[in-house]
């Protein structure tokens, strides 16, 4: 027999070997599940239990040395007060100098001088009596009330609880309408925005040392929590 045709044949036996193990080229992957984008929210109240406040005195004149020296004191005198209620926080916020133009629009006739206190408590009760003290000499320019961030996170977390809850029912009534099951392929928690009450600004006002204290009543916030997901539909 001639030697290249004897190499010949003994190939072709482990060639057809390979063909019969070997995968096969165009392997037919299966259908991706069809998926259903679904969302759902909850919402919990949560007690306004922080409050901040800014104060300010303003006063106006031709003499700014004067004006400072009169500004100061009442702010002086403002902290001074509040040094006796432990439980407020309090920081000067912001001084603040702007022409007062005369009637022409050109010239500047006088000065105005302005000076805040930022205050801010979880003791609601010792803040509205401090305010009131300090309204016998400052303009309570606002007032904020919110959930402390410790209190906002413990709610925020009981909304998530219901609105992942509420996202199972969802897709549990999806897929049964379908005939499916599902599986949960992504879910997404959406922390929303949450409306604080604000109080208008508020005129000062000569007041006795011993002023009532300012009236606040705290309530609640609605803390909002979102989900989305997608979810996969599984034949049974």
Not at 51 to 64: K, L, P, R
Not at 77 to 86: C, D, F, I, S
Not at 136 to 152: C, H, K, N, Y
Request: glycine fraction near 4%.
């Amino acid at each position: 027999m001639n030697a290249t045709l004897g190499r010949r044949l003994c190939v072709l036996p482990f060639a057809a070997a390979l063909l019969m193990t070997a995968p096969p080229i165009l392997a037919q992957t299966p259908p991706a599940p069809p998926t259903v984008e679904l969302s759902a929210d909850a919402s919990r109240r949560a007690p306004n239990d922080l409050a901040s406040a800014s104060a300010f005195h303003e006063a106006t004149g031709t003499d700014t040395a004067a004006l400072a020296r009169e500004v100061n004191a009442v702010i002086a005198q403002a902290l001074e007060t509040t040094r006796a209620y432990p439980d407020v926080s309090t920081r000067s916020s912001a001084v603040s100098t702007f022409p007062v133009y005369a009637q022409n629009g050109r010239s500047i006739e006088a000065w105005r001088l302005r000076s805040e206190l930022h205050l801010e408590s979880r003791n609601i009760a010792a803040l509205s009596e401090l305010l009131g003290k300090l309204q016998g000499s400052l303009a309570i320019s606002s007032l904020v009330l919110q959930p402390a961030p410790e209190t906002r996170d413990a709610t925020s977390d009981l909304a998530v609880t219901d609105a992942i809850r509420a996202f199972e029912a969802r897709a549990a009534s999806v897929s049964a309408t379908l005939g499916k099951n599902y599986r949960i392929r992504s879910l997404a928690i959406n922390y929303g925005s949450s409306r604080q009450p604000v109080f208008p600004p508020m005129r000062a006002m000569a007041m006795a040392a011993d002023a009532a204290p300012m009236p606040i009543e705290s309530g609640e916030t609605d803390v909002n929590v979102g989900v989305t997901g997608t979810i996969e539909l599984l034949d049974k």
